[in-house]
Structures are given as C-alpha cells and as structure tokens.
Nanobody, 126 residues
Framework: EVQLAESGGDLVQPGGSLKLSCSAS????????MYWVRQAPEKGLEWVST???????YYADSVKGRFTISRDNAASTMYLQMINLKPEDTGVYYC????????????????????WGQGTQVTVSS
C-alpha cells in the first residue's frame, strides 16, 4: 500500500523558516517523480515544486529562491526547505507521487493525478 506522510508544518512568523518532510512507503521511491502542492484557505490547488527521480528540480515562480526541494532515496523521504516565508505561503502542503502509467508531468493536473498525502498545515502570521 502506498503511503505518503507529510510533517513539519507549523505556525511561523513572516520571514521565518520551516522544513517539511514527506515520508514515503509502498513503492520504489528512488524511481519516482515527486511533487509538493499547496492549497491556501478557500483557494484552489497550487503547484509548488517538482523533483525528478534523477534529482532535477523545478519551482513555481512564487517560491523560486526561497524554497528548496530535495530527496533522500535511502530514507524514502522528500523535503521542502522554506525560508523567508510570507503570509501568502499559508496553506496545507501536500506531498504527491507520480504513479506508474501517469503522464510525465512537470505539474500535477489535479487531485486525480498521482497519489496524495494527507497534508501538513503551514501558517505564516505575526
């Protein structure tokens, strides 16, 4: 059974930092493209970042230069280091994995794409 478990969300002041983790199991993590997607209160899903199985990374313009995606294949874990956080970064952050047979997308097409974790809440507020 595929399991994705996000952790690390918290309440942080503007300008602060957080590191999110996504612990994965039930599939060959090292072969899998992974994503971070977030959802702000009363808004739609927003793609944040992608890391390929080879370690190539991509970022949304809104987080470029502030967020860093990484992976530890030995630990089957993906990370999102976030610095200089802004109130607009507030939301639930989801870990998503590309399923075998899914298109090789840079950005997940929606909730029907891939497998999703339960999410972790990030709140940026003074």
């Amino acid at each position: 059974e595929v399991q994705l478990a996000e952790s690390g969300g918290d309440l942080v002041q503007p300008g602060g930092s957080l590191k999110l983790s996504c612990s994965a199991s039930g599939f060959t993590f090292s072969d899998t493209r992974m994503y971070w997607v977030r959802q702000a209160p009363e808004k739609g899903l927003e793609w944040v970042s992608t890391i390929t199985s080879g370690g190539t990374t991509y970022y949304a313009d809104s987080v470029k230069g502030r967020f860093t995606i990484s992976r530890d294949n030995a630990a089957s874990t993906m990370y999102l280091q976030m610095i200089n956080l802004k109130p607009e970064d507030t939301g639930v952050y989801y870990c998503v994995r590309r399923r075998p047979g899914d298109a090789q997308r840079l950005v997940p097409s929606g909730r029907d794409f891939g497998d999703w974790g339960q999410g972790t809440q990030v709140t940026v507020s003074s």
